[in-house]
Nanobody
């Protein structure tokens, strides 16, 4: 079983910054499709950022140039740096990852519990 635990959410004013962290634990052989999603009340969950490689990531159009996804070099952790935050960024943010676990290289697909980000105007 692989668990993802997020941290770093909170209340911030418009134009402020927050850094979300997600740490994966368990018998992890590989982490593959790691990313951040968000969901606002009454809306469907949407992809915010997807880590492809150290030099490549996909972002929702609404966050391009403001958010950056990165991966820790020595741990099963990844991050979302959010700058120039806007009230419309208010949502519960979830990290997601899939990959394989030891010893059978069994596939997993896990979500974090979510962390609230609130941007005040």
């Amino acid at each position: 079983q692989v668990q993802l635990v997020e941290s770093g959410g909170g209340l911030v004013q418009t134009g402020g910054s927050l850094r979300l962290s997600c740490v994966a634990s368990g018998d992890i052989y590989s982490l593959n499709a790691i990313g951040w999603y968000r969901q606002s009340p009454g809306k469907e969950r949407e992809m915010v950022a997807m880590f492809i490689s150290e030099d490549t990531a996909n972002y929702a159009d609404s966050v391009k140039g403001r958010f950056t996804i990165s991966r820790g070099s020595a741990e099963n952790a990844f991050y979302l740096q959010m700058n120039s935050l806007k009230p419309e960024d208010t949502a519960v943010y979830y990290c997601h990852a899939d990959g394989e676990t030891w010893p059978m290289l069994s596939p997993f697909d896990s979500w974090g519990q979510g962390t609230q980000v609130t941007v005040s105007s």
